[in-house]
């Protein structure tokens, strides 16, 4: 009996020549390991690769050369992305599309790999929609808020850096006595504070997900953070809902004036560094997956990993839907930070 699904998908398949692959939105550690990963796994099954450099930028400014192995060779430790990244409003716009899709004709892309965040997703979404291209997203982001994955390409490192700086910052508030609100990255979501928080030791986590539920500040003052210790880490997500660090700050010298109060942004330094082997792994096996999937006919979808399982999300899903905050974490938190 003749297997016409089998046919049609190897017809498609021989239809992919040619694969364009770039990162967008912000940097994140791994972002090269996964360029490198879709480069050799695209070259190992016959098929051309072409790096697009500056993100959607560049498929409006041809801004793309020819991919060989020996362009990724020596990258997988390196932080940061070879292929640079940039933020492109014009994509936003259907004559911005346009023009992109005129180059992806021009230099004969016949599917493209999008590593990034939600934004870099959600255009990548749009423009296959547009124009019925083949997409494959790979979750490139610190933050870990893209929904079907349970982490996201940089994370990891991104957590060991900041449990590396608070590790440093705990001997100075404890030299002085003071209270330190600390502020990580994540924008609206809490996954770096929460987890964060757990492994340095931080007697709390400000989080936006319960921000409206809880008066987070005053349950930590009124909890007795300073019973029995001599001074006190708390991570603040940064976020318009939390007023970061310098807004709890500024609240804590207004209403409880006594207490000694410091604040570090550790901003970008979260998203520099050489990658954990965690995050090189991670990257290693969803670049991978992503040209397996466009040999499979695979296309608006993202690749996630669940159970230490590679599965593939529909954009659709991972872009609008929230990410969970695990709420066991808060309260081993709240148990532990006594």
Not at 172 to 186: D, K, N, Q
Request: charged share 25%; net charge negative; hydrophobic share 40%.
């Amino acid at each position: 009996m003749i297997n016409f699904v089998a046919i049609y998908i190897y017809i498609r398949n021989m239809a992919i020549k040619c694969i364009g692959i770039l990162t967008s939105g912000g940097d994140a550690p791994g972002m090269n390991a996964a360029i490198r990963a879709v480069t050799r796994t695209a070259i190992y099954n016959g098929l051309e690769v072409k790096g697009i450099y500056r993100g959607y930028r560049g498929l409006l400014t041809d801004e793309i050369i020819p991919f060989q192995t020996n362009n990724v060779s020596n990258i997988i430790q390196q932080g940061g992305t070879i292929l640079k990244t940039a933020r492109c409003q014009e994509f936003r716009e259907p004559e911005g599309r346009e023009q992109a899709y005129k180059v992806i004709q021009k230099e004969e892309i016949d599917a493209l790999v999008v590593i990034g965040g939600d934004g870099s997703l959600s255009g990548a979404r749009v423009f296959a929609q547009e124009y019925n291209f083949p997409i494959v997203g790979l979750p490139g982001t610190i933050d870990n808020d893209l929904y079907g994955t349970d982490t996201t390409i940089g994370y990891d490192t991104a957590l060991n850096t900041i449990v590396e700086a608070i590790d440093k910052i705990r001997d100075t508030a404890s030299s002085h006595e003071r209270l330190f609100f600390i502020e990580v990255m994540g924008r609206d979501a809490g996954f770096l504070a929460l987890n964060g928080a757990i492994a340095v030791g931080a007697e709390a986590a400000i989080i936006p997900e319960i921000w409206t539920e809880v008066d987070q500040l005053e349950e930590l003052i009124k909890n007795g953070f300073r019973k029995t210790k001599n001074s006190s880490i708390v991570l603040v997500a940064e976020s318009e809902i939390t007023g970061g660090a310098i807004g709890m700050a500024e609240r804590v010298k207004k209403e409880y004036p006594q207490y000694d109060v410091r604040v570090t942004i550790l901003g970008h330094i979260q998203r520099g560094g050489s990658p954990t082997a965690t995050d090189r792994i991670l990257a290693s096996r969803m670049g991978e997956a992503a040209i397996t999937a466009l040999m499979e006919d695979q296309r608006n979808v993202m690749i996630g990993i669940q159970n230490d399982n590679i599965v593939y999300v529909p954009f659709s899903k991972a872009i609008k839907k929230d990410k969970p905050i695990n709420r066991d974490l808060l309260n081993t938190l709240r148990i532990l930070s006594i």
